[in-house]
């Protein structure tokens, strides 16, 4: 009983790494079950949503729950069964796909029977512990990106490089809001309230041939691809509960982004005068 406690807490563990950083419904699934069926464990359930993951096991055909005892002198009865169910609360975060690669490495070592329970246990965290990408080079391939699109939606070269400009400031001014702790909502309103400033500004006195592109361009970066892509596989392997939340987060941040554009962009015309 409690190897099958221990295998419990190891699949969790593995599922909220894996969920946390973008993995999909499916795959958290599919990746718990088969890890649980390799260390033995065949009476294991699991439901996962976006945000939390419930798990439990049962042994010759019993559901495994806690049995309370009345006062602390009582000796526990040899009949009584133990906990062995896990609820984990997991909030929508960034997405780090390394993480979810290793994830999948490890649990396809765990099957091909290559690490013991407690090796596993150290390799999660090991993975749970990989950094996220440099600050600089995601500085530069925010503005590289912002820069790209801006050129294949119709931008000039001018407008890329003011689309590269904007986008490295957009970059640095996120992991600024991010380090003070800002929250998604307030993050993407003010990112993209700044982005647009300074594209307008860029192409009234600076240089640029498209407004618009430039801004469109700079705004990518924001823009929550993963999030939307998994939602609308959750919703194709017909977990729609999973597949709406994410899809509602999706579409908040949108909804955040084109507040921030257009309220700028609103302010600017007004202030100035001038068509935009």
């Given at each position: 009983?409690?190897?099958?406690?221990?295998?419990?807490?190891?699949?969790?563990r593995?599922?909220?790494?894996?969920?946390?950083?973008?993995?999909?419904?499916?795959?958290?699934q599919?990746?718990?079950?088969?890890?649980?069926?390799?260390?033995?464990?065949?009476g294991?359930?699991?439901?996962?949503?976006?945000?939390?993951?419930?798990?439990?096991i049962?042994e010759d055909?019993?559901?495994?729950?806690?049995?309370?005892?009345?006062?602390?002198?009582?000796?526990?009865?040899?009949?009584d069964?133990?906990?062995?169910?896990?609820?984990?609360?997991?909030?929508?975060?960034?997405?780090?796909?390394?993480?979810?690669?290793?994830v999948?490495?490890?649990?396809?070592?765990?099957?091909?029977?290559?690490?013991?329970?407690?090796?596993?246990?150290?390799?999660?965290?090991?993975?749970?512990?990989?950094?996220?990408?440099?600050?600089?080079?995601?500085?530069?391939?925010?503005g590289?990106?912002?820069?790209?699109?801006?050129?294949?939606?119709?931008?000039?070269?001018?407008?890329?490089?003011?689309?590269?400009?904007?986008?490295i400031?957009?970059?640095?001014f996120?992991?600024?809001?991010?380090?003070?702790?800002?929250?998604?909502?307030?993050?993407?309103?003010?990112?993209s309230?700044?982005v647009?400033l300074?594209?307008?500004?860029?192409?009234?006195?600076?240089f640029?041939?498209?407004?618009?592109k430039?801004?469109?361009?700079s705004?990518?970066?924001l823009?929550?691809?993963?999030?939307?892509?998994?939602?609308?596989?959750?919703?194709?392997?017909g977990d729609?509960?999973?597949?709406?939340?994410?899809?509602?987060?999706?579409?908040?941040?949108?909804?955040?982004?084109?507040?921030?554009?257009?309220?700028?962009?609103?302010?600017?015309?007004?202030?100035?005068?001038?068509p935009?």
């Amino acid at each position: 009983m409690n190897e099958s406690r221990k295998v419990l807490e190891l699949t969790t563990r593995i599922g909220e790494v894996l969920l946390k950083n973008g993995g999909e419904i499916f795959r958290v699934q599919e990746t718990m079950q088969r890890i649980a069926k390799a260390y033995g464990v065949e009476g294991f359930h699991v439901y996962v949503l976006a945000n939390g993951i419930f798990a439990s096991i049962e042994e010759d055909g019993r559901q495994i729950c806690q049995q309370l005892q009345v006062g602390n002198n009582e000796e526990k009865d040899s009949d009584d069964l133990v906990v062995a169910s896990q609820i984990r609360y997991i909030p929508l975060s960034s997405i780090h796909l390394g993480r979810v690669a290793a994830v999948n490495n490890l649990s396809r070592e765990i099957v091909a029977k290559k690490y013991t329970m407690e090796e596993a246990r150290k390799k999660i965290e090991e993975i749970d512990k990989i950094p996220f990408t440099n600050n600089l080079l995601q500085i530069f391939v925010s503005g590289l990106g912002s820069g790209a699109f801006c050129y294949l939606l119709g931008g000039s070269l001018i407008d890329s490089l003011a689309s590269f400009l904007s986008g490295i400031l957009l970059w640095c001014f996120v992991l600024y809001l991010s380090k003070k702790g800002a929250n998604k909502i307030m993050l993407n309103i003010l990112s993209s309230a700044l982005v647009t400033l300074t594209g307008i500004l860029m192409f009234r006195y600076v240089f640029g041939e498209n407004m618009d592109k430039i801004i469109i361009g700079s705004i990518i970066p924001l823009l929550p691809g993963v999030p939307l892509t998994n939602s609308i596989r959750d919703f194709l392997n017909g977990d729609y509960l999973s597949g709406t939340i994410r899809m509602i987060d999706a579409v908040l941040v949108a909804c955040c982004i084109a507040l921030g554009v257009g309220v700028v962009l609103r302010v600017f015309q007004i202030v100035t005068g001038m068509p935009v």
